[in-house]
Each structure stands twice: as structure tokens, then as C-alpha cells.
């Protein structure tokens, strides 16, 4: 089994940043890909971002592109999203995940509030 505990979050004004981290326990995640989503109140869960068991590929949606970096240190067992230039919209709860391979996303952490204010 695979604990994973987000930190990071709170209240920041739009244009700010806010860095998000992801550590995990219970086992190492260091083969496994990770992954960043978020849910607004009332929306549907979104994907945000992603990274491979090495940290050699990412992925973003369209409307964090340029502004939020995920990466990882496997060293620690920890993942992270550093989010710039933050907006309104981006308020939400934000998850990470990872699974084994071919198993997609099978350990979800609790999630962290940000909340970004006009």
C-alpha cells in the first residue's frame, strides 16, 4: 500500500505562486508515474499535470501550460507542483496520485485547498 499526503496549499492572491508536495509512504514510488488533479466546487475532477517514474517526461492540460511545473525527487519519495502566475480558476482541491504500472492511478492522497483570490 502507498500513503500519499499533499502539502502546500492555502490562500494566495491571483499572480501569485504556491508550491504543492506530494509525499508518499509505504513503499517506494520511484518506478511508479505520478500525477496532479484538482476539483473545483461543483466541477468534475481534472487532470492537471503528470510525470514519469524518472522525472524524463511530463504532461500538462492546456490551461496550466507555461505556468505550473510538476517534478519529483525520488530520493525522498516525493512529488511536486509548482504553480506560477496563479488565477482565480485555479481554485480548487488539488490531489496527487500515482499507481503501478498498467494499474493507472490506484493511490489518491486526501487533497490540498488552494484558493486564489481576485
Known amino acids: 500500500q502507498v500513503q500519499l499526503v499533499e502539502s502546500g496549499g492555502g490562500l494566495v492572491q491571483a499572480g501569485g505562486s504556491l508550491r504543492l508536495s506530494c509525499a508518499a509512504s509505504?513503499?517506494?514510488?520511484?518506478?511508479?508515474?505520478m500525477g496532479w488533479f484538482r476539483q473545483a466546487p461543483g466541477k468534475e475532477r481534472e487532470f492537471v499535470a503528470s510525470?514519469?517514474?524518472?522525472?524524463?517526461?511530463?504532461a500538462y492540460a492546456d490551461s496550466v501550460k507555461g505556468r505550473f511545473t510538476i517534478s519529483r525527487d525520488n530520493a525522498k519519495n516525493t512529488g511536486y507542483l509548482q504553480m506560477n502566475i496563479l488565477k482565480p480558476e485555479d481554485t480548487a482541491v488539488y490531489y496527487c496520485?500515482?499507481?503501478?504500472?498498467?494499474?493507472?492511478?490506484?493511490?489518491w492522497g486526501q487533497g490540498t485547498q488552494v484558493t486564489v483570490s481576485s
Open positions: 496520485a500515482t499507481g503501478r504500472t498498467g494499474r493507472g492511478y490506484e493511490y
Open positions: 509505504g513503499r517506494t514510488i520511484s518506478t511508479y508515474a
Open positions: 510525470i514519469n517514474w524518472s522525472g524524463g517526461s511530463t
